[in-house]
């Protein structure tokens, strides 16, 4: 890790603490649900207990003689006051077709039909639980994949097909062909859906915890039919949010004209329990997968097949076969992607969301085909190795998949191992090791930022980008340091707010990719003014001082690589998304990684423990090797719990969530953790973006649940191909 | 009624039902205690009365009275100094979104008082009642190993 590729900086690459520290130990930091609004009044939600059918009746009488209610809102007392408007994934912003209380149908479990609002918290849960409903269930209830009732589509435009997959799988020495399955989960961010919105005449303000602020603004104009020009939306801080806060969701319109019937700021924190419902969740997949290889373990056919769970109204789909199908060189590939719809509500984003389950399907596949051929599965992936991608024969822009296999490895100590399952067990402990791919493709998005460089060195960088935790507001700050030439401590940062230069989402692990350069080119626009085009950091603050200015600030917006030039538009109306990854016309960039992970299963107890994991990364340029650390184990803890503890559990009766809360929905707790190791395998990239980085934020997750359900069979000699593994299947 | 809040004497008028959760949040102002699940199943909530380390959300504000409750808003020095703990955690950047924070670092002050952070495996026991989705949980044991030395020699 000693060599700079880079060149060497004070301030780029170096474990600069984070920006927003102190406000984080001392309480002052303030979440959404923090903000003290004068006279609020608090809203509750109530929500269908039932999955399919209608509602024929309300009974509020109980509700409204409750002390302190206010006001109730069902699809009878708000008539058209939302419109209806269209999803994101067809072009709009919400993130499921329904319109919020738009009608007495039920399309899942769980979803909100009535907002009670009192004076109280207090008054507005025990009304709302006072609440009854009349329903008519509709007669048949497609709560999973296996029901009966679910209807399966093929998604043809992400089928994929290269060479020809039948005949070299059927000539094939050597084959391995497996199903396996993910279930549903929740991203649970600890701070919960809480919306606050304050009308001023005309004007809204909402405080919500989001991903994307410009979504919630522009999205809620359409649906409440007002020019976007007239609402402002606030997320200085966000509790965690990995998808769970990316678009907006029913809530905010409600709480919106809930606080514009009563002419008061309204308070809405949703429950845990609602919150399963609130937004998207990750969806049950299963995958078919098919390998042919030679006896050398070269790769001649392979196959993906995926199925995802989906909502009736909505055909989401992360179909990341885009993904597993340009991994490793191989000449015949067949890839294709289904939605199974269902009586649940709209799928959505959790960390690494097609990434997550498509790589455990393929790298599961590639360890029982490096076991099938007495192969080591690191030799495996190196024969595979390639400098382009198998389908359209594009390049990676960089590639340093086996440096981090070779790091991982040497740092987990992997020679030790030997590779007959069973063989490493230690007294009562069944041992096993096991390792997989790690892969997260490099996206970027239109972002704009300001920055404003006063004459006594201090400067202020803006940009309505988001701080979920992976260390926006510090980056910002680096960036804007390191081009001004002025120290950390001198640069102030804003962020979170539509009245800010607008940015992409925080999604796809992009933030950085795309804001980043937009700081840059703002930082060239003050050279520029200050006439030193091109010079270096050191020579801006003499520069700024021999011009006698006060202050300077500019602008800036930046459409990276392969976005095409009419998007710019969309940055100003909150559609600005990712893009990059395998949707490039010309190369493929991807972060790289590899994970390695120690199980030990108890003989007797079958208890299962991992008491270390080791990934190597190779994400282009690190900006900050503290926060970026953090996120790399984050996610590495994420992937141990995507294999082994989270399941949302659905009850087939009612297609409702039997574990909707955080005792038995399971996390990882701090016992649960005991060693893991991230290394930064140096890497560098100009092609990616002008600040050289790919994004750490995701890729942290994927590969670890197959490292972990190959180590289960080395440890057993049992493949588990469905996840999660509890210990009840090891017995 | 009354509650004492770190040090100080607020006087609020509160439904039997408000828990002590609810009350430093909506009623005094100090929303640095956070609610991440309101059933006694996160730490997000946690403070500390009369010096060990409860639920606030599974706490009912009357039966909180005449008891002095610590925040987080009462842990660093009125001069800014921060609390060992405290500077701990941005020491081992114990933390990512933060919002699960303000309960592990009063969590982290009970688990040394106890006598339970002797060691690596004893502090990831007994910090066990606090979840961090961000996953900060090696930085959090880091921490409170800093803080334990700190604490002791204070
Ligand atoms: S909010 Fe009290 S334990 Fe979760
Ligand atoms: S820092 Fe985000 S939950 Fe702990």
Request: glycine residues 10%; proline residues 5%; aromatic residues 6%.
């Amino acid at each position: 890790m000693s060599e700079t590729l880079f060149p060497q900086s004070s301030t780029l690459g170096q474990p600069v603490p984070r920006y927003e520290g102190r406000a984080k130990v001392t309480g002052e930091a303030r979440y959404a649900s923090d903000v003290r609004l004068a006279r609020t009044a608090h809203a509750y939600l109530h929500m269908s207990a039932i999955a399919r059918g209608t509602i024929e009746a309300f009974d509020l009488a109980a509700a409204r003689a409750v002390p302190g209610v206010i006001d109730i809102l069902t699809h009878e007392t708000i008539g058209d006051q939302i419109r209806q408007t269209p999803a994101i994934y067809q072009g709009g912003y919400i993130s499921d077709s329904r319109r919020p209380l738009g009608s007495a149908e039920i399309a899942n479990w769980g979803q909100p039909i009535a907002v009670v609002v009192a004076e109280t918290f207090e008054a507005a849960r025990e009304a709302a639980h006072r609440i009854d409903v009349t329903y008519k269930l509709h007669p048949s209830l497609a709560a999973g994949m296996n029901s009966p009732s679910a209807t399966t589509q093929t998604l043809e435009p992400m089928t994929i097909g290269v060479g020809d997959f039948d005949a070299a799988y059927a000539a094939a020495p050597v084959k391995v062909e497996a199903h396996y399955s993910t279930p549903a989960q929740h991203q649970n961010p600890m701070e919960q859906f809480a919306t606050q919105c304050v009308w001023e005449s005309d004007r809204l303000t909402v405080h919500e915890p989001s991903q994307y602020v410009n979504n919630v603004k522009f999205g809620l104009a359409e649906q409440l039919g007002i020019g976007a020009e007239r609402i402002r939306v606030i997320s200085t801080y966000v509790g965690g949010a990995f998808g769970a806060k990316g678009f907006l969701t029913q809530r905010t319109a409600l709480v919106a004209i809930a606080a514009r019937r009563i002419g008061r700021p309204v308070k809405l924190v949703a429950t845990r329990e609602q919150g399963f419902t609130v937004s998207g969740y990750r969806a049950e997949t299963r995958h078919h997968v098919q390998l042919g290889a030679d006896s050398e373990g070269r790769l001649s056919a392979l196959r993906h097949e995926g199925w995802e769970l989906t909502s009736r109204g909505d055909a989401v789909a992360m179909g990341a076969v885009s993904m597993t199908a340009r991994l490793y060189a191989c000449p015949n590939i067949s890839a294709r992607v289904n939605t199974v719809a269902t009586d649940r509500s709209t799928p959505g984003f959790m960390r690494a969301p097609g990434e997550m389950p498509y790589a455990f399907a393929l790298e599961t596949a590639l360890d029982e085909l490096a076991h099938t051929l007495d192969m080591d599965p690191i030799e495996l992936r190196r024969v595979n190795d390639t400098r382009t991608e198998p389908v359209g024969g594009l390049p990676y822009t960089s590639r340093s998949l086996m440096r981090c296999f070779d790091e991982a490895a040497a740092a987990f100590d992997w020679k030790r191992r030997t590779s007959q399952p069973g063989s490493m067990r230690d007294g009562d402990w069944l041992v096993g090791w096991g390792c997989a791919t790690a892969f997260y493709p490099t996206y970027a998005g239109n972002s704009a930022a300001r920055v404003r460089l006063s004459a006594n060195g201090r400067v202020h960088v803006s940009s309505a980008g988001h701080e979920l935790g992976q260390g926006m507001y510090t980056m910002m700050a680096q960036v804007a340091a390191e081009e001004l030439g002025v120290p950390v401590e001198r640069v102030t940062v804003s962020l979170g707010d539509t009245d800010l230069p607008p940015a992409i989402v925080a999604g796809g692990s992009s933030s950085t990719a795309s804001v980043a350069p937009a700081i840059m080119a703002a930082c060239d626009a003050i050279r520029r003014r200050l006439g030193v085009d091109g010079a270096s950091p050191a020579e801006i603050m003499p520069a700024m001082e021999a011009s006698g200015i006060g202050v300077i600030e500019e602008f800036a917006e930046t459409r990276p690589h392969g976005v095409p030039p009419d998007s710019m538009k969309g940055l100003y109306r909150g559609k600005t998304f990712p893009v990059g990854g395998v949707h490039l016309p010309d190369r493929v960039q991807f972060a790289l990684g590899a994970q390695f992970v120690e199980v030990r299963i108890h003989a007797l107890t079958h208890e299962i423990r991992v008491p270390r994991a080791v990934g190597a990364f190779a994400a282009g340029r690190i900006i900050n090797p503290r926060t970026v650390h953090g996120q790399f184990v984050g996610g590495m803890i994420w992937g141990i719990s995507s294999a082994l503890h989270e399941h949302t559990e659905i009850d087939d009766r009612n297609a409702s969530y039997i574990n909707a809360n955080l005792a038995d929905y399971l996390l990882p707790v701090n016992a649960d953790i005991i060693d893991v190791k991230a290394i930064m395998v140096p890497e560098e990239d100009r092609l990616v973006n002008r600040a050289g980085v790919k994004g750490v934020g995701e890729i942290g997750v994927v590969g670890v649940a197959a490292a972990i359900s190959n180590a289960v069979f080395h440890a057993t000699g049992r493949r588990l191909r469905d996840l999660p593994i509890r210990l009840e299947h090891v017995m | 009624m009354t509650l004492r809040v770190n040090g100080s004497t607020h006087a609020v008028e509160l439904d039997a039902r408000t828990t002590l959760l609810d009350a430093l949040r909506e009623h005094i102002g100090l929303t640095g205690s956070k609610k991440g699940c309101d059933h006694g199943q996160c730490g997000a909530c946690t403070v500390l009365i009369d010096g060990s380390r409860e639920l606030s959300c599974l706490t009912l504000a009357v039966s909180s009275q005449q008891r002095e409750v610590t925040t987080i808003e009462g842990l660093a020095r009125p001069d800014g100094d921060l609390h060992p703990m405290q500077q701990a955690f941005i020491d081992h950047d114990a933390f990512q979104c933060g919002y699960c924070t303000p309960g592990q670092i009063l969590s982290a002050i009970g688990c040394v008082s106890e006598g339970h952070a002797d060691t690596p495996a004893g502090i990831r026991e007994y910090m066990s009642g606090n979840i961090c989705r961000c996953a900060a949980y090696p930085n959090i044991v880091a921490a409170v190993m800093q803080a334990r030395d700190q604490m002791a020699g204070g």
